[in-house]
């Protein structure tokens, strides 16, 4: 089992909608979450970090379940620009930091 | 420099041919990691450096791959006898403990 696991999607939704990634992570031990928007032939650059408990910036929203180990990105009111590839990274303990392959998102007019 | 410098940008080489790729991490960063991504793939981890630990090269795909970190600063990754498999963009990002890793601009290397 991979350390982090995201679903590919692609979600496709349109403008305006509002839209919800989730990623787990296996490691108990991790403590900084992260998430990351990736453009196609750019190198991923980061989004927002994740808190305990949970935080906003705009539109986005994460959020973090310890309990299930999942984290969460949610983006309200989706515009074209939002189109990319999500990704989310865990870290902490011993283990090297882990990015997730990534969630791809469309919004179409 | 501010942020994440990696050179070449771009690099075509013959099949067979040795490449050296180069990463210029953020000042004072002790983490640095090298990643690889095909076109349309998530990030395949490579090797990850800390501070003055041992790297870990557990996603070094052979033994044609290898990395060095000199003076905990700039990175040069290596690819010997370079294969068309190993087309793809590499990247490397720095970061200081746990907090978020800054991502350099990638090499995109093609092998003919």
């Not at chain 1, 991790?30 to 990351?36: I, K, L």
């Not at chain 1, 939002?82 to 283990?95: E, H, P």
Request: proline share 5%; aromatic share 10%; charged share 20%.
């Amino acid at each position: 089992r991979k350390e982090v696991e995201q679903d590919p999607g692609p979600f496709n939704v349109p403008e305006g909608a509002t839209v919800a990634f989730n990623c787990t992570y296996s490691n108990s031990a991790s403590q900084s979450f992260f998430w990351y928007r990736q453009d196609c032939r750019k190198e991923p650059k980061l989004l927002m970090s994740v808190y305990s408990s949970g935080n906003e910036d705009g539109r986005f929203t994460a959020q973090l379940n310890r309990a299930s180990q999942y984290i969460s990105l949610l983006i309200r009111d989706s515009k074209l620009s939002d189109s990319a590839t999500y990704l989310c990274r865990a870290s902490g303990g011993s283990y090297i930091p882990t990015f997730g392959r990534g969630t791809s998102l469309i919004v179409h007019p | 420099g501010a942020g994440v410098s990696q050179s070449p940008s771009n690099k075509v080489t013959e099949k067979g041919k040795d490449v050296e790729l180069r990463c210029d991490p953020i000042s004072g960063h002790t983490a640095l990691y090298w990643y690889r991504q095909s076109l349309g793939q998530g990030l395949e981890f490579l090797i990850y450096f800390q501070g003055n630990s041992a790297p870990d090269k557990s996603g070094l795909p052979s033994d044609r791959f290898s990395a060095e970190r000199t003076g905990g600063s700039v990175s040069t990754l290596t690819i010997q006898r370079t294969q068309q498999e190993d087309s793809a963009v590499y990247l490397c990002a720095s970061s200081s403990g746990n907090s978020e890793a800054f991502f350099g601009q990638g090499t995109r290397l093609t092998v003919v």
